[in-house]
């Protein structure tokens, strides 16, 4: 058990669709990581929140967001969803973000209809 | 930019046999190493990590991974598998006294046969 919890851990839902993916981090950890694991594209990072702001950015599209919130959890928003959305979505946990290893939740598996 | 590359996607083996899972990475500055496990149907777990110090590190599951820092790698090894090993295996790096994101390669599956 990492400690990190993701919730739901299976989604669907259809095209143009709205959905919030949840991530408490372990405890005492201010950084959270989101990622995207997906066949095509692998695991690939979209955000960094530290503390409640956001620190470094990656292939996040305009169509997600993502915050986190003054207990530390974070919420990672997905609006007018695509087929290509569909994937598995990680958040990952660390004390405070400096090249530390990260804690993996299990996942949210997001399947678009 | 970091960049890493696996440069198996899948690695099929028998067990007890051993197997090396390889890791190569770009970086024009010194990097952190990791390597991660992932069972089916679960997140990321580390597996180990390079920071400093001894080039040699160990799991406590019986895998080392040697960082090598002429040829930029940084393979995962084990003398003897079991099919418990069987999960898909990522490498990353981070840059050193950086606040970076972790960069992950593509994965490398290793089948384990009994």
């Known amino acids: 058990d990492s400690g990190v919890t993701q919730t739901p851990k299976h989604l669907i839902t259809a095209t143009g669709q709205r959905v919030t993916l949840r991530c408490s981090p372990r405890s005492g950890d201010l950084s959270v990581y989101w990622y995207q694991q997906s066949l095509d594209q692998g695991l690939q990072f979209l955000i960094q929140y530290y503390n409640g702001e956001e620190r470094a950015k990656g292939n996040i599209l305009e169509r997600f967001s993502a915050q986190q919130f003054p207990d530390l959890h974070s919420e990672l928003n997905l609006s007018s969803l695509e087929l290509g959305d569909s994937a598995l979505y990680f958040c990952?946990?660390?004390?405070?973000?400096?090249?530390?290893?990260?804690?993996f939740g299990d996942g949210t598996r997001l399947s678009i209809l | 930019a970091q960049s890493v590359t696996q440069l198996d996607s899948q690695v099929p083996v028998f067990e007890e046999a051993p197997v090396e899972l390889r890791c190569n990475y770009s970086s024009s500055v010194s990097v952190y190493l990791f390597w991660y496990v992932q069972y089916p149907n679960q997140g990321l777990q580390l597996l180990l990590k390079y920071l400093s110090g001894s080039t040699l590190v160990e799991s406590i599951n019986g895998f080392e991974a040697e960082f090598n820092k002429s040829q930029t790698s940084f393979h995962l090894r084990k003398p003897s598998v079991h099919i418990s090993d069987t999960a898909e295996y990522f490498c990353a790096v981070s840059v050193l006294n950086v606040n970076t994101p972790l960069v992950f390669g593509k994965g490398t599956r290793l089948s384990v046969i009994a």
């Open positions: 990952a946990s660390s004390p405070s973000g400096d090249n530390q290893p990260q804690h």
